[in-house]
């Protein structure tokens, strides 16, 4: 009797769980293109092109190995509209009584599952190099979870980035040599251009049909659809990227989108590149000789540290997290976030890069529109979900526990030790952005002064009974002691009548 195999959109890998237990002979594959996930949130039409092209190559892939698939395109005139629907569609063709699923990356998709009439037997995604049991054993009766100590221990149990008991290069981050501001000249191109083959033109016709009026441009779709393509844009980074990397991971330029970062995100999520191999692939260049260890190392602690700390933190906090509002923040996300006209340079080229390339980078994502949506106190289950929608690597297992936790600091300090907020000197000295926005940096109050300025210190005194005790942030509060009170005054009435600005819609 024939069992079912769902392969999801973010499933994407030949060793995946579920797969490794089925038996082709007998077991059928079900892919499905549906409503369901693809309106959630309003996703980016490049992410639901990508996901559905990667789905599409990897079903005919499995074909071609020879497992039945059954495949439902998103206009099948049968679809049921959803992943569960389609199951039970699928069920009754083959009069299937159980499912093998690898466990979703996310607690709602989980909990159908769960809730499914067939039994459904969920499996472990090994596909990460911490189980979850792993992660609750280091997590188990500690005050903090800090990343950096979870972090030594992958590194001690991979052997990545190891010299016998000791880590590479005498110390295990190198960040104090890391995050330079940004250089005259950028020597990497990016992303490599994968020009649309028939497959993947099929779909983009169709997202464009289906989605026409979800945020984000279409065309210029460039992302790899497939393990090789993905590979290739991996090699290409290793190669002409990583070895500027830590220099300049935190920096930003008007002219340069991509700047030294990998572009691999998409790919690792959706399953066409493996975190362990992209790992591995870092510290050949390190040992080659054609890579320095502070980029080096500090690629290898994005992705075998942040990352499976993150998803660690997404499992371990489980499906209420997403609710988290610590800091009582509930204002609408302003349109700006949705190409709303805003005076803000920082935050207009974030966006426009945003709504062109379903990416940003790190430093994009939480000193620019993160910062902004902390210090002017926006609803956190709206900015997550916006950042669910706009990127093409957002899953909720990676992206809840980078907004609500990290960015918005609404988990209560999980996983941030103090928020991320800045005026805007910090985006002045990172970036080249302020030199031609409306604002002025340098001015603090007055008309002109740049928002982040009078939205920093309105933030600071908000949560002051939240914030003066901390440690590294009772500094801001002393410089905030000893302004003069009529100053004070001016900053504050200046951030209301923003904030105000902001509510009523008005161009700000
Ligand atoms: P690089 O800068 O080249 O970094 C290499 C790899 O490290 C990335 O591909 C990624 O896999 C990993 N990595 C780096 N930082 C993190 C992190 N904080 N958490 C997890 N992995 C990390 N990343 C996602 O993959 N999906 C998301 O939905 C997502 N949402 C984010 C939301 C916010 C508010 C913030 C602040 C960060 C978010 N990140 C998310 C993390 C990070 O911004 C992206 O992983 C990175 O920008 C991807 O681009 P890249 O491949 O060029 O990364
Ligand atoms: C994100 C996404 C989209 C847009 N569409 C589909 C889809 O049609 N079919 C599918 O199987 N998966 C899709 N996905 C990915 C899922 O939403 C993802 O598996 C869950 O969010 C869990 O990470
Ligand atoms: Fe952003 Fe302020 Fe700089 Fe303008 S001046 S780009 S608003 S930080």
Request: proline share 5%; glycine share 8%; hydrophobic share 40%.
């Amino acid at each position: 009797v024939a069992r079912l195999v769902l392969v999801l959109g973010d499933q994407l890998t030949p060793s995946l769980s579920a797969l490794a237990e089925a038996d082709p002979s007998t077991d059928v594959v079900v892919m499905a293109e549906v409503l369901g996930e693809a309106s959630y949130v309003p996703h980016h039409p490049k992410k639901i092109a990508l996901i559905f092209a990667a789905m599409r190559k990897f079903a005919q892939r499995l074909r071609s190995e020879g497992w039945r698939v059954d495949y439902t395109v998103f206009d099948d005139p049968d679809t049921t509209g959803t992943i569960e629907g389609e199951l039970m569609r699928r069920a009754s063709d083959h009069a299937a009584h159980e499912i093998l699923a690898t466990e979703p990356g996310e607690w709602r998709l989980i909990s159908i599952l769960e809730d499914m009439q067939i039994p459904v037997q969920m499996l472990p995604d090994t596909r990460f190099l911490a189980s979850h049991k792993r992660f609750e054993d280091w997590a188990e009766g500690r005050k903090q979870l800090r990343m950096e100590y979870f972090y030594r221990e992958m590194r001690r149990e991979t052997g990545l980035l190891m010299d016998g008991k000791d880590p590479a290069g005498g110390k295990w981050n190198f960040d104090h040599d890391n995050r330079k501001p940004a250089p005259d000249a950028i020597t990497f191109d990016g992303p490599i251009r994968f020009e649309p083959d028939g497959t993947v033109q099929q779909v983009l016709d169709l997202v464009a049909q289906q989605f026409p009026d979800n945020f984000g441009d279409l065309d210029d779709f460039w992302f790899a659809t497939d393990a090789t393509q993905a590979q290739q844009q991996l090699d290409h980074f290793i190669k002409d990227g990583l070895a500027q990397f830590g220099d300049f991971q935190d920096a930003m330029l008007l002219e340069h989108r991509f700047l030294y970062h990998g572009l691999i995100s998409f790919y690792m999520n959706i399953g066409l590149l493996d975190p362990l191999q992209v790992c591995k692939a870092a510290e050949a260049a390190y040992r080659a000789g054609s890579a320095p260890i502070n980029a080096v190392e500090g690629f290898i602690r994005q992705i075998l540290g942040w990352r499976e700390y993150i998803r660690g933190i997404y499992f371990l906090q489980g499906p209420e997290y997403t609710n988290s509002n610590g800091l009582e923040h509930h204002r609408d996300l302003p349109a700006l976030y949705w190409g709303g006209e805003t005076k803000m340079q920082c935050l207009s080229k974030a966006v426009e890069q945003t709504r062109a390339e379903a990416y940003a980078h790190h430093i994009q994502r939480l000193m620019v529109t993160g910062n902004f949506a902390l210090l002017a106190g926006i609803d956190p289950a709206q900015v997550h979900e916006w950042y669910l929608a706009v990127y093409a690597d957002a899953f909720e297992w990676v992206e809840a526990p980078n907004t609500i936790g990290m960015s918005q600091f609404a988990d209560g300090g999980i996983v941030a030790s103090k928020p991320y907020v800045s005026s805007g000197s910090y985006i002045n000295k990172m970036s080249n952005y302020c030199k031609t926005c409306h604002y002025s940096v340098s001015q603090k109050t007055g008309e002109g002064a740049c928002p982040f300025n009078l939205l920093y210190w309105d933030f600071l005194m908000r949560h002051k009974e939240r914030f003066e005790g901390n440690p590294r942030m009772g500094q801001m509060y002393r410089v905030w002691d000893k302004m003069e009170a009529g100053r004070k005054e001016t900053v504050l009435a200046e951030a209301a009548m923003f904030l105000e600005n902001l509510d009523a819609g008005r161009t700000v």
